[in-house]
């Protein structure tokens, strides 16, 4: 369902609101940890100074919890769950060698509570950029981890988490969540998190492709690097934002049936969802350019695989960062002319080369080579060439995000990294019989045409999408003009 209000209007009405903050306060682990240094692992070393958050939208509880409770609720599991994911109440610290290390001295986790003037249905969760960063997820202070309750004024809460990327990735960032569920809801333990860095351990003699020098840099060598003429599209300062987006279940399964065309076996979701992206984002470029993109203009599509598959069942709980990013490089011209069948071949080409041991082993034993210096994912340089790069969140736990008081009706990720490389999470929708919630952060005239070309697809995200508004809410608030669920598949 769609808004009878115009954007302006609708973005007016529900992002515009006030956010009183009433506490602010430290919680340690609950148990006493002896003080200790726990190195980074390689992997982590490729990330940059980066966060993320995540927040979790609740209706008001049936049972009748009151705000206060469910805070203190919130904070004594959340005090207990640190006592196994120790590491988010410590520090981050350079070493002599100007590495970041962990420092686990239960300095604690910065907890903050607030109130908000408005109600969840009316929240424009469409525009994370006015309606939630800022108001309702924290802006961290100091820490790997800072934590924010919002009372809303229909009685809902919204929880939400901000984390460092260079200690926690995704995945590690889903088990603390879970656990800290867990413990709220007063439920049997599922997760004990591993920080055994020996798992990651570079080998004797180092062995990796020369193949890793086309995915990462060294920032020692940026400088020295060249980079390719900017795109006409580009000429003009055009600032990022973040949006989020419904895609229903038969569109999703679509995707999947074009991009498989001729296969004996299907392809992946994420490899269709990528390919159809990839096709729009291509042809928007491509239109953008004026009078045409320059000869040889390519756009970029990168994709975060997790390696923990591929290393082995003892890596299924390990707590970092376990990810690396290849990606394909594809000529506009080229991508206004492929069908969606073709380019989710080459998706799951450089995909395949990457979804290995021996691509991990090799990546750790080249960040090995290159200590102490630092290293960058390709991708994100040169910002003039059009690039995105698409993290699959399918294996996010949102109906495990219980804590006592029911799922969450939503819950993402907001990763806006202030990069015109662009940035797609596509999640499951709570209970959603298959549809995704599809976080999108791209420059502003791709996120136009990203609505123009394919609006019946990403369709903005409402409260009536999450089931919170009544058939006389729904009169109300004009939501009468229904989108279709077919696919216009690029040619």
């Known amino acids: 369902m769609a808004s009878g209000l115009s954007k302006e209007e609708d973005t007016k009405q529900q992002c515009y609101y006030s956010v009183r903050v009433s506490r602010r306060e430290r919680v340690a682990a609950v148990l006493p940890l002896q003080e200790h240094w726990l190195p980074l692992s390689n992997l982590d070393l490729l990330l940059p100074a980066l966060h993320f958050d995540i927040f979790s939208c609740y209706k008001k509880p049936t049972n009748g919890t009151c705000f206060s409770t469910m805070v203190s609720v919130l904070r004594a599991a959340l005090a207990q769950t640190l006592v196994s994911f120790y590491p988010l109440a410590g520090e981050l610290v350079s070493n002599s060698q100007g590495e970041p290390e962990l420092l686990c001295n239960n300095h604690g986790v910065d907890f903050i509570e607030a109130h908000a003037d408005v109600e969840l249905k009316d929240l424009c969760l469409y525009n994370p950029d006015q309606s939630v960063e800022g108001k309702l997820v924290p802006t961290k202070l100091e820490g790997l981890l ?137 042809k928007a470029v491509s239109n953008l350019a004026a009078p045409s993109p320059p000869a040889g203009e390519v756009c970029r599509m990168g994709i975060v695989v997790d390696g923990r598959g591929r290393l082995g069942c003892h890596m299924a709980n390990y707590f970092g960062n376990v990810l690396s990013i290849p990606y394909g490089s594809l000529n506009l011209d080229e991508l206004q002319s492929m069908q969606l069948c073709h380019v989710a071949d080459k998706v799951h080409e450089f995909l395949e080369e990457a979804a290995t041991e021996e691509h991990f082993r090799g990546m750790i034993d080249w960040v090995e080579s290159i200590r102490p210096d630092k290293a960058v994912a390709k991708i994100y340089l040169d910002e003039r060439t059009p690039s995105l790069v698409v993290s699959s969140g399918q294996r996010f736990p949102v109906d495990n995000l219980d804590f006592g008081w029911g799922s969450p009706v939503l819950a993402s990720y907001h990763f806006p990294w202030g990069s015109n490389t662009g940035y797609v999470m596509p999640m499951p929708m709570p209970c959603g019989q298959g549809d995704w919630v599809v976080y999108v952060h791209l420059p502003s005239r791709l996120i136009k045409a990203l609505e123009d070309e394919s609006g019946h697809v990403f369709q903005r995200l409402t409260a009536d999408h999450l089931g919170l508004i009544s058939t006389a809410d729904t009169i109300n608030h004009g939501l009468c003009c229904c989108f279709g669920t077919s696919v216009t598949v690029p040619n």
């Open 146 to 282: 800072c934590v924010q309750a919002t009372e809303l004024k229909c009685g809902g809460i919204v929880v939400a988490c901000m984390f460092d990327h260079r200690i926690t990735d995704a995945h590690s960032a889903n088990m603390f969540l879970v656990t800290w569920a867990e413990t709220a809801g007063v439920r049997p333990i599922s997760i004990t998190p591993s920080f055994r860095r020996s798992l990651l351990n570079p080998r004797r003699p180092g062995c990796y492709d020369e193949s890793f020098n086309l995915l990462y840099t060294p920032l020692s060598l940026l400088p020295l690097m060249i980079t390719t003429p900017a795109a006409s599209y580009s000429e003009n300062e055009d600032h990022s934002i973040s949006r989020i987006y419904c895609i229903t279940a038969e569109d999703v399964q679509a995707m999947q049936a074009a991009a498989s065309a001729g296969l004996s076996s299907k392809r992946s979701k994420l490899e269709a969802f990528s390919a159809f992206l990839w096709s729009i984002i291509g």
